[in-house]
């Protein structure tokens, strides 16, 4: 399985026994977090993306593909790609993997718009995250 876009991060984390439901697998709101922490902690590398900054990200699309049931307990990687860049946005990509065989469980999009956090509108990606984009 492959994604759109140049890789950009790669994060491990580990499923905890609370991110279970019911039916014995991860819940599939844990997937989303997942993502979330992949991409907080890569704009934070980048210097990007501060509560304090003036401007920053917001998603405005996401989406999953669930391949294979994720159980604890569990070490996985969430890999980031950076695809195709516009004016105020950019796409990005996930893939959740298994730390230790590499299998993927899960195939993860989201749209990110950088906004002004004042005016609460779209304005200008940031230039360090149009070079990392594929296109």
């Known amino acids: 399985?492959?994604?759109?876009?140049n890789p950009v991060s790669s994060l491990s984390m580990a499923l905890r026994w609370g991110d279970m439901d019911a039916y014995g697998h991860a819940n599939n709101t844990v997937y989303f977090r997942f993502y979330e922490e992949a991409r907080i902690v890569w704009l934070a590398e980048l210097g990007l993306g501060k509560a304090e900054d003036p401007t920053g990200p917001v998603i405005i699309k996401t989406s999953a593909t669930f391949l294979k049931e994720l159980?604890?307990?569990a070490s996985v990687v969430v890999e980031t790609y950076?695809?195709?860049a516009?004016?105020?946005s950019l796409d990005t990509y996930h893939?959740?993997?298994d730390a230790?065989?590499?299998d993927v469980y899960t195939e993860g999009y989201a749209k990110i718009v950088w906004v002004d956090r004042t005016t609460r509108?779209?304005?200008p990606l940031p230039d360090t995250l149009k070079a990392l984009a594929a296109r």
């Open 95 to 97: 893939l959740l993997k």
């Open 121 to 123: 509108k779209s304005t």
């Open 1 to 5: 399985m492959s994604v759109p876009g």
């Open 71 to 73: 159980t604890h307990p």
């Open 82 to 84: 950076a695809d195709k």
């Open 86 to 88: 516009g004016t105020t």
């Open 100 to 102: 230790d065989t590499g």
